[in-house]
């Protein structure tokens, strides 16, 4: 078996993830998704769903919703470039990066007149080089401040020139801009949150503007086998940093912890596992320490989550593994099977519960999501994709 796993390209890291699973008996089915049965998108009659194939909207690791301004932005990339730099799965070919990674303002109330279904939108401008992973805002009147990953090439600090990044890793760092006022194009830069603890951030949950909590989807491992090994080793973490403090971990022991999530009103953050499935609950401490209060067990490896304005929990989750690790390859050829869940307080707020919204099993419409914003004002969905080729909007079906 091992051999034709990897015949199928499948990376080191996850056959022995495989292998591991298998002899612990462990989040096997979970993880790889085998003999899970997953449905095609026409059993799924309450949403209508289509593409929005645009060369500007492609590769769009993740999104964020500006409830105040109707804006939703998108981290977009280049799905080919995707495979050479993505250094959250090691990816670490410099010299294959994309140099166009841009950050997409789309008003998701003006629909473009071209008919191909999209929504007028601006690409912003920002100095400096930006790869981008992660993206969370803080909506203000006055303006909109975007916390984002930026994985840059590691340079060499006296002469600048980039050094062997398959050895040392990407530098990764946590920038804030600010788009004032949020109908303008320019990002200013106001931050970039540099430090030693910020080793292989995934994605941020602020709390206001001078702190905040972000996952290190491997941990310390930026780079080398110990990278590969981190996620069945279980060596990510969550950090925590204010701007006038630096940084400190706060949770650790976690298995590929990817898109988190802030609950505003009661400040519980929720970190899902793409390693091992589930979303772990924590409480915060009152010096912002993490207490875990809680495991939401469902049985799929789950990507970046997001929260609309009703407080439901959205997320995006692989029903089978190997096919997106086959897809990520071929960006451009057949699309995975995505599914998106929905998570939601348990009334008298003992534990969670959750359900399937919507599930594509031989990629007709879905890309494969890895984030999924919910509207709550028009029931729309919008899906992106780490390296699909288009995104996606699910409008509510008059039945
Ligand atoms: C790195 O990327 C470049 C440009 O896409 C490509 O030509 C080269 O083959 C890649 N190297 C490896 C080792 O994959
Ligand atoms: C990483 O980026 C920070 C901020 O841009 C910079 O100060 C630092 O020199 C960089 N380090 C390396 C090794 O590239
Ligand atoms: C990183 O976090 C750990 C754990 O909270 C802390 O002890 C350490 O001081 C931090 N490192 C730096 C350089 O601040
Ligand atoms: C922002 C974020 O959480 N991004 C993650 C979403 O999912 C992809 C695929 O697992 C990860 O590579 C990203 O890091």
């Known amino acids: 078996m091992a051999n034709t796993l990897f015949k199928l390209g499948v990376p080191f890291a996850l056959l022995s993830a495989v292998l591991y699973q298998l002899i612990l008996k462990d989040a096997f089915f979970t993880t790889l998704g085998l003999f899970r049965t997953v449905q095609p998108i026409s059993d799924f009659p309450a949403y209508r769903c289509r593409r929005i194939e645009d060369p500007v909207l492609q590769a769009c690791e993740d999104m964020w919703f500006s409830e105040r301004s109707r804006q939703l932005f998108l981290a977009c990339s280049d799905p080919l470039a995707r495979k050479q730099w993505l250094p959250a799965v090691g990816r670490l070919n410099v010299s294959g990066r994309a140099l166009d990674d841009a950050i997409i303002a789309m008003n998701i109330d003006i629909p473009k007149r071209d008919r191909k279904g999209g929504y007028v939108y601006r690409i912003l401008d920002a100095p400096g080089e930006l790869h981008l992973l992660g993206l969370t805002g803080v909506d203000g009147e006055h303006g909109i401040n975007l916390f984002l990953v930026n ?105 590929f912890p990817n898109g ?113 914003v919910h509207d709550a004002k028009t029931g729309r969905l919008f899906l992106s994709g780490v390296f699909s080729p288009f995104v996606t909007v699910c409008e509510k079906a008059r039945i």
């Open 151 to 255: 994985a840059k090439p590691s340079v060499d600090p006296t002469t600048g020139d980039i050094i062997d990044n398959a050895r040392t890793g990407a530098n990764q760092t946590i920038e804030r801009f600010v788009l004032s006022p949020p109908s303008s194009s320019e990002l200013r830069p106001i931050r970039t949150f540099s430090h030693a603890n910020i080793t292989t951030p995934n994605r941020i949950a602020t709390l206001g503007l001078n702190a905040f909590y972000f996952t290190n989807d491997h941990g310390p491992h930026k780079a080398g086998l110990q990278h590969h090994l981190s996620p069945i080793r279980g060596t990510g973490n969550v950090g925590y940093c204010t701007s006038a403090k630096g940084c400190r971990t706060v949770a650790t022991d976690l298995t």
């Open 260 to 372: 988190l999530i802030r609950d505003p009103k009661d400040g519980y953050v929720y970190v899902p596992s793409t390693g091992k499935g589930g979303i772990h609950v924590y409480k915060p401490l009152e010096d912002a320490s993490l207490e875990k209060v809680g495991f939401i067990d469902i049985p799929y490896p789950v990507d970046n989550l997001s929260q609309d304005a009703d407080g439901v929990i959205w997320a995006a989750a692989f029903p089978k593994m190997r096919a997106v690790l086959s897809a990520f390859d071929d960006p451009l050829g057949p699309t995975p099977p995505s599914t998106i869940l929905r998570v939601w307080r348990k009334a008298g707020g003992e534990g969670w519960e959750w359900e399937k919204v919507l599930e594509d099993a031989r990629g007709e419409v879905l890309p494969a999501t890895t984030t999924v």
